[in-house]
């Protein structure tokens, strides 16, 4: 079973900067975007950024212009470089890979890993 290694959480101060990298342990196959979601204590998790076979990106609205998702294909790994960090972007962040083969759709997820940014 080929699963999500996450790294690179912490605590830092606001106005900080943190990378999020996630690893794929084995091959998976068809994976067409890599993302991130982050899920706050009593809150649904939400996708914060996704990033397509092709590279094209998309965000949520309130991290744009100061996170940067991005992949690389031949190591099965997805970045999040993470600038300018406020309080609200407290949460447990989660990377996805979204997979199609063989007609069906298949979703991996990582463990997540916690970011807390202090005031």
């Known amino acids: 079973q080929v699963q999500l290694v996450e790294s690179g959480g912490g605590l830092v101060r606001a106005g900080g900067s943190l990378r999020l990298s996630c690893a794929a342990s084995g091959i998976i196959f068809g994976v067409k975007t890599m993302g991130w979601y982050r899920q706050a204590p009593g809150k649904q998790r939400d996708l914060v950024a996704v990033i397509g076979w092709s590279g094209s990106t998309n965000y949520t609205d309130s991290v744009k212009g100061r996170f940067t998702i991005s992949r690389d294909n031949a190591k099965n790994t997805v970045y999040l470089q993470m600038n300018s960090l406020e309080s609200e972007d407290t949460a447990v962040y989660y990377c996805?890979?979204?997979?199609?083969?063989?007609?069906?759709?298949?979703?991996?997820w990582g463990q997540g890993t916690q970011v807390t940014v202090s005031s």
């Open positions: 996805n890979f979204h997979a199609f083969r063989f007609g069906g759709e298949y979703d991996y």
